[in-house]
């Protein structure tokens, strides 16, 4: 698999490149990766798929914890709307453009992103009221 290590202000004209040029036309994941302790402290993982030559293509952008904002790929994949929330709530991952980033797995007042190495796991959370 072709992994390329890249600069966040880079994300999307590489993409786009992968899309148009190189025939990446499915994207398939983004996460992010919490290395607490070292800085900058996140790196978001994508990944992609050729079908034309089944190649896959994996990108790491490296964000800091003090700027954790990168472009979203919405524009370029409509699936990327719903990844990236995912992201935004688990990690606080930024997607700048990407109108919707309501929560999609846990429920609205959830306080923390819990795949963060530093939640504090017996934390309690805020009561909601049951919806019937």
């Known amino acids: 698999m072709l992994v390329l290590q890249l600069p966040a202000a880079n994300l999307l004209p590489v993409v786009q490149r992968l899309r148009d040029e190189f025939g990446c036309t499915l994207f398939l994941d983004v996460t992010a990766v919490d290395r607490l302790g070292r800085e900058p402290r996140f790196e978001l993982v994508y990944h992609f798929l050729c079908p034309q030559h089944m190649q896959r293509v994996r ?26 929330r995912e992201v935004h709530e688990m990690y606080g991952v930024h997607f700048a453009g990407n109108d919707d980033l309501r ?24 009561l909601v009221p049951y919806r019937t």
């Open 59 to 84: 990108l790491k952008v490296e964000v800091a914890e003090d700027a954790l904002s990168v472009a979203t790929l919405t524009a370029l994949y409509g699936s990327a709307r719903f990844m990236e």
């Open 103 to 126: 929560p999609i797995l846990l429920y609205e007042g959830f306080v923390g992103h819990p795949l963060r190495k530093d939640y504090p796991k017996k934390r309690e959370q805020p």
